[in-house]
């Protein structure tokens, strides 16, 4: 059974009315964007985000340059968007400093001229101190401002966790349909496009939503991987169908800790009936495969890692060797200088010995002991003790002795960093929190990746450079914000039953909500 609740129909109110012709529609842009673990010290920060406006924001769109038909359709009118690299919660003056300048922003526009769409730029997992669903707030925020009437689009990732707040105020959200996010710019785009064209056609899209009790970490459902993969996939088809105007599955974030923590259908277009019964397929599909998800590598400890990979060695492999330290993951929302791993791989001496495998271990932050490798000079022997100042739960600062091998600065992120070595080992330490996902941030600081016996860095599925270049790869399951093992953190304020900490005596009735 289907609730058509809120299924109403209406024209939006465009610069000249409903009709396809006339001034062009006048959209605002905005948005905040972070992905925030519950479970990490860290907090966000000024430092972590970087706030773009004026013709810098409208840079971030390469589909609204001059000459790009989204572009020319529409006034395009940046107001403010500020984006950090995931990690624990918001500070609460930050995010309300960053909300104020939105809202002062979208209030000027108003102003200016009649706002016809509000194109909505945001994670879907931000978390904010002392706040519970902060992109509910911030849309409601948004609302306040331009009124009931302009539509707005949302371009998310998957890994957002929707809440009915949020759907009740987003008439166009979409999402990426791939993890890694490969498709950021094609989603972004067709958040765009599903605005300009509404608008144009001056009519409201209804859509349909379905709340699915499943909260997974993201390296048990990558879409390179069955069965996300086939899940994702199907959704290009379900878009094409008549009256559908965009299909999306949110799987969620599991790091959060909020009722609005759980997977999300949402089937958007113009026949209810239809949208509907899509959404509710889509949800039924998820669920009847919430079994078969599990990791996207291959898992083990961490010394399970480094065995396999002196085993990889011994017996000729090819370099690299990649170890995921998953617990710690800065692209999901670690803390970064958690040493856990660090100080396990520097009691190795098949790693820390003369002549041993060349390994990459990267990384961790830590501002004071910066300042202590950057008053010494390129090989130098040091002893500095560095990591676990912001999060010390599961292990304390490590002892870092070797030669100094590396001093590099003006990394964005980084700020600066240094390299240590011992034996074959090269530990890396940054001014401030940065995630080495890519080959390039290796290269950038003088390591060439393809040198290495192995890399061991904290991240969780392999990003893209990452994942060709690896000739062997264990997804190390270590302790840390982001822990693979969820029920080890103690979730205390998602909604019960979930999958898979509930048994479900019998299927949930995955019914949708049709808006």
Avoid at 77 to 104: H, K, L, N, T, W
Avoid at 190 to 210: E, F, K, Q
């Amino acid at each position: 059974m289907t609730d058509r609740s809120d299924a109403g129909t209406g024209a939006v109110r465009g610069p000249a009315g409903p009709a396809a012709a006339g001034p062009r529609p006048r959209i605002a842009i905005a948005g905040m964007w972070i992905e925030s673990s519950a479970y990490s010290s860290h907090r966000a920060d000024r430092r972590d985000f970087r706030v773009l406006e004026g013709d810098a924001l409208l840079g971030r769109y390469p589909f609204l340059a001059p000459g790009e038909p989204l572009g020319s359709e529409a006034e395009w009118i940046p107001v403010f968007f500020a984006r950090s690299i995931p990690g624990g919660m918001v500070r609460r003056d930050v995010y309300d400093a960053f909300r104020e300048r939105i809202v002062r922003g979208l209030a000027d526009a108003v102003a200016a001229g009649p706002i016809d769409g509000v194109y909505l730029d945001v994670h879907g997992a931000m978390s904010v101190e002392g706040m519970e669903d902060a992109e509910g707030d911030l849309v409601a925020a948004v609302r306040d401002v331009v009124g009931p009437e302009p539509l707005i689009s949302a371009a998310m990732d998957l890994h957002g966790n929707l809440s009915e707040r949020f759907v009740r105020a987003v008439e166009l959200p979409t999402c990426f349909r791939l993890a890694p996010h490969e498709d950021e710019e094609e989603t972004r785009e067709r958040a765009a496009r599903n605005l300009v064209d509404r608008l144009r056609a001056g009519t409201r899209p209804h859509r349909a939503w379905v709340r699915v009790p499943i909260l997974l970490p993201g390296e048990k459902t990558s879409t390179r991987v069955e069965p996300a993969k086939g899940l994702y996939g199907r959704l290009p088809a379900v878009e094409a169908t008549p009256g559908v105007t965009d299909a999306s599955i949110w799987i969620g974030y599991a790091w959060a800790d909020e009722p609005r923590c759980h997977a999300t259908v949402i089937v958007t277009g113009d026949d209810p009936a239809v949208i509907a019964a899509r959404a509710e397929a889509l949800a039924a599909e998820l669920w009847a495969v919430r079994d078969e998800f599990a990791f996207v590598g291959p898992p083990g400890s961490l010394d399970e890692g480094v065995d396999r990979a002196l085993r990889h060695r011994a017996e000729g492999g090819a370099r690299p060797y990649l170890i995921s330290d998953s617990g710690d993951n800065p692209g999901a929302g670690g803390t970064g200088d958690v040493t856990w791993s660090l100080a396990r791989l520097l009691d190795r001496p098949e790693l820390t010995s003369a002549g041993a495998p060349v390994t990459y271990v990267a990384s961790v932050f830590d501002p004071e002991a910066i300042d202590a490798l950057f008053a010494r000079e390129v090989g130098d022997v040091i002893d500095v003790t560095a990591g676990a100042r912001v999060d010390g739960r599961v292990s304390g600062p490590v002892h870092l002795t070797g030669e100094l091998v590396g001093l590099h600065e003006g990394d964005p992120d980084a700020g600066r960093i240094a390299v240590v070595r011992r034996g074959g080992l090269h530990a890396i330490v940054t001014e401030f929190r940065k995630a080495f996902h890519a080959t390039d941030d290796f290269a950038a600081i003088g390591l060439d990746p393809e040198r290495a016996d192995l890399i061991v860095t904290k991240i969780g599925y392999l990003e893209p450079t990452l994942f060709d270049l690896a000739k062997g790869w264990t997804l190390a399951l270590t302790p840390g914000p982001v822990d693979q093992d969820l029920e080890r953190l103690g979730h205390r304020r998602i909604e019960r039953p979930m999958h898979p900490y509930d048994a479900f005596p019998a299927d949930p009735a995955l019914r949708a909500t049709v808006l």
